[in-house]
């Protein structure tokens, strides 16, 4: 099959790699560079790196929305388009010229957590489980019948991040079964994604990543925990503004005011809360780097405890 392949972040990759691996991928699709780093260069993604060193054609357009565009994706006379975080819009023109049309491997189970950031508001959402869907994609916001789909579990110490690498493996097997069917002759059935249970993943924002600690411990473990490591949780930590990476929810608060420093160890750093406590393991200064709670008392041995 001649394939087209539309994808731009890290999580992109290993399905390009499934992708590649059996078929005729004759060109790939990602955003343009972007400025990125402390000199503001521009920045290949991930996926045109892989694609160059498969030496695979790479295709930048800002938009697949103009006539040319268009008619420079028809002129690969790709079977299947297959898209796994792109970044940009496919119009109805876009999907109808490959001759299967339009897969998409999204990181969720649909039709929970459509939309931007499904796996950091799984994590935040406190959910059981989570999974990858391969999707037949339609004109609507991950709307598409579900082709095949495979689940995983979400544990109690899952990052973001680690749960972004285990999904994007998890993505590229799916994808590559589905492969595996439509090269055998057989076209994986589309089943219509049900009605209830549709939610929308917001895309990440920095100022979501500020902790209040009125709020409830066990909510705010789990973001901190769905925002490692981008945007990274911040909040107040007696006068100071630090970023945590890594934090655990107690259930008792001494019945100390939100913000109340209540115990200061080598364990961690505990934050009266809302309700319970968040104990701080790992904690970044302004200017500096990640550091064990430990080592930060080390530096403020002045710190305020409430205890």
């Given at each position: 099959?001649?394939?087209?392949?539309?994808?731009?972040?890290?999580?992109?990759?290993?399905?390009?790699?499934?992708?590649?691996?059996?078929?005729?991928?004759?060109?790939?699709?990602?955003?343009?560079?972007?400025?990125?780093?402390?000199?503001?260069?521009?920045?290949?993604?991930?996926?045109?790196?892989?694609?160059?060193?498969?030496?695979?054609?790479?295709?930048?357009?800002?938009?697949?929305?103009?006539?040319?565009?268009?008619?420079?994706?028809?002129?690969?006379?790709?079977?299947?388009?297959?898209?796994?975080?792109?970044?940009?819009?496919?119009?109805?023109?876009?999907?109808?010229?490959?001759?299967?049309?339009?897969?998409?491997?999204?990181?969720?189970?649909?039709?929970?957590?459509?939309?931007?950031?499904?796996?950091?508001?799984?994590?935040?959402?406190?959910?059981?489980?989570?999974?990858?869907?391969?999707?037949?994609?339609?004109?609507?916001?991950?709307?598409?019948?579900?082709?095949?789909?495979?689940?995983?579990?979400?544990?109690?110490?899952?990052?973001?991040?680690?749960?972004?690498?285990?999904?994007?493996?998890?993505?590229?097997?799916?994808?590559?079964?589905?492969?595996?069917?439509?090269?055998?002759?057989?076209?994986?059935?589309?089943?219509?994604?049900?009605?209830?249970?549709?939610?929308?993943?917001?895309?990440?924002?920095?100022?979501?990543?500020?902790?209040?600690?009125?709020?409830?411990?066990?909510?705010?473990?789990?973001?901190?925990?769905?925002?490692?490591?981008?945007?990274?949780?911040?909040?107040?930590?007696?006068?100071?503004?630090?970023?945590?990476?890594?934090?655990?929810a107690l259930e008792d608060n001494r019945g100390k005011a939100p913000g109340t420093v209540i115990a200061a160890s080598r364990e961690g750093i505990d934050i009266a809360c809302g309700q319970g406590a968040l104990r701080l393991r790992v904690v970044q200064r302004e200017g500096g780097k990640a550091i064990t709670a430990a080592d930060y008392l080390n530096a403020r041995r002045d710190l305020p405890v409430e205890g």
């Amino acid at each position: 099959m001649r394939i087209v392949f539309a994808g731009t972040p890290e999580f992109a990759v290993a399905s390009l790699g499934a992708a590649a691996r059996h078929h005729e991928v004759v060109a790939v699709y990602t955003q343009p560079d972007r400025p990125a780093g402390r000199g503001r260069g521009l920045m290949p993604s991930p996926v045109k790196l892989d694609a160059i060193a498969r030496g695979i054609p790479v295709f930048q357009p800002e938009t697949l929305k103009t006539p040319e565009a268009q008619a420079q994706l028809r002129a690969l006379q790709p079977d299947l388009m297959i898209v796994v975080a792109y970044g940009l819009i496919l119009p109805k023109a876009v999907l109808a010229i490959p001759t299967h049309g339009c897969w998409n491997v999204h990181a969720s189970l649909l039709p929970r957590w459509r939309g931007a950031a499904p796996i950091q508001r799984a994590i935040e959402a406190g959910d059981a489980e989570t999974g990858v869907c391969l999707m037949q994609m339609e004109a609507g916001l991950d709307t598409g019948p579900v082709l095949l789909h495979q689940a995983t579990a979400i544990s109690d110490s899952d990052t973001g991040g680690q749960l972004h690498d285990r999904l994007a493996q998890l993505g590229a097997q799916v994808l590559s079964d589905g492969l595996g069917l439509l090269r055998a002759g057989i076209k994986p059935i589309p089943r219509p994604q049900p009605d209830a249970g549709v939610t929308y993943a917001h895309k990440l924002d920095k100022a979501q990543a500020r902790l209040d600690w009125s709020q409830d411990a066990a909510a705010l473990a789990r973001r901190v925990r769905a925002f490692n490591p981008w945007p990274v949780a911040e909040a107040s930590l007696a006068g100071e503004r630090v970023r945590i990476h890594g934090a655990v929810a107690l259930e008792d608060n001494r019945g100390k005011a939100p913000g109340t420093v209540i115990a200061a160890s080598r364990e961690g750093i505990d934050i009266a809360c809302g309700q319970g406590a968040l104990r701080l393991r790992v904690v970044q200064r302004e200017g500096g780097k990640a550091i064990t709670a430990a080592d930060y008392l080390n530096a403020r041995r002045d710190l305020p405890v409430e205890g």
